[in-house]
């Protein structure tokens, strides 16, 4: 196979990965270190680093059209953003001394766990009483558009939440990967946000967390021109195709299909992760 | 007073930087492309074996000397760069926001956010 055949290949698989990363809200990050390590043989260090510049692109690219809406909280992106980039350079430092297959095995359970959040019915109850001290002095709690008018929300364990999203930057640094899902996780469950401000916020937050470690891999030579055109080109031009094609309804059942996927490509990862494939 | 940054055209300003960032990035990245698959499109891949550091574009200098032979590669690393560079110029705006805001806790938030990405920037130079 000529590089320009390679390339070609994997700019396909990009653009669907960034399609179909769009359209169930997953990212295209997810497939693409599986595709380039089971698929196309490409050393899991060269993957990660592709990922990762990709996974600033598609960040950036939907920030902008979410920055618009005014959902997206600011101040509460800001104070987080301070745990996740000090878990994204400590993540990026640990991943030089981790063994690759460790690296493998580490990505298959946080794909599983995020297939698992994204299929899991989310309930929620937006909550109003105005409790933490740390929220108040940081001004954390905001409101948010909806059709009936602006919703006031306010924020709670803003402890937990700090430090659970320290935990997702470090999974960023360490494996190239967004991991939107426990940054969502972090927002949704533990500090009590509501679900469209901690999508936006946690997309906002993603490209600067994978920023942060960028530095440290470039110079590391995990980020390979040659991976990169094909990567990023596609997966920011199937984010652009998805973001046209989204339409409310079938995206549940697509989501639910790319779950399963992500699950099946998670165990491949854990199958070859242990019997040390990489 | 949190008003101001959640509907003004700060935002709107800010939206537009990160979109101008991806499309400067992304063209840039489409140039180096064509003129390295011209190129090298015949060659035959490799990426099974890891050479990190012994890579030939993997700091700013080595980037720059590419970009003066006009190496594809080289070229396509430097609309990376752009890219790395584009949310990083978005919380400087941020802190323009905060600035004028006279938001004195936010600024030290932001400033802090960026010392943590610069440290993270120049840290990789030592290694080399």
Known sequence: ?278 | MRKILQDDDLEYAMGNLLRLGVIISSAIVAIGGIIYLYKHGMHLPEYATFIGNKSMFNSVSKIITGLKEWKGQAIIQLGILVLIFTPIARITFSFIGFLIEKDLLYMLLTLIVLAIITFSLLAGTNIV
Request: hydrophobic share 50%; with cysteine.
């Open chain 1, 1 to 278: 196979m000529t590089i320009l055949t390679f390339t070609l290949l994997i700019f396909l698989g990009a653009l669907l990965a960034g399609f179909l990363g769009s359209l169930t809200g997953l990212g295209g990050g997810f497939v693409i270190i599986p595709m380039l390590t089971l698929l196309f043989g490409v050393d899991i260090r060269y993957a990660i680093g592709a990922s990762l510049v990709a996974v600033i692109a598609t960040s950036s690219g939907a920030a902008a059209a979410y920055v618009k809406e005014g959902i997206t909280n600011i101040r509460l992106g800001m104070f987080l953003e301070i745990a996740t980039t000090t878990g994204a350079v400590l993540g990026a430092y640990i991943a030089v001394y981790t063994p690759v297959n460790t690296i493998a095995i580490i990505f298959g359970c946080i794909l599983i766990f995020s297939a698992y959040i994204s299929l899991k019915k989310t309930s929620e109850t937006i909550q109003q009483t105005d409790k933490s001290r740390l929220a108040r002095t940081f001004k954390l709690n905001g409101t948010y558009p909806t059709p009936e008018g602006e919703i006031a929300y306010t924020v709670t364990n803003v402890v937990g939440g700090f430090f659970t999203m320290a935990g997702a930057g470090l999974l960023s640094g360490l494996l190239g990967v967004g991991s939107g899902a426990l940054k969502v996780l972090a927002m949704d469950n533990i500090m009590r946000i509501p679900f469209k401000v901690s999508t936006t916020t946690s997309n906002f937050m993603i490209g600067v967390t994978a920023a942060a470690s960028a530095g440290i891999y470039l110079y590391r030579g995990y980020i390979d021109p040659g991976l990169c055109l094909p990567v990023t080109l596609g997966v920011l031009g199937g984010a652009l195709l998805g973001s046209r094609f989204l339409t409310n309804a079938k995206t549940s059942k697509l989501r639910n299909i790319f779950a399963f996927v992500i699950i099946a490509i998670a165990l491949e990862m854990l199958y070859n992760g242990f019997t040390k494939k990489f």
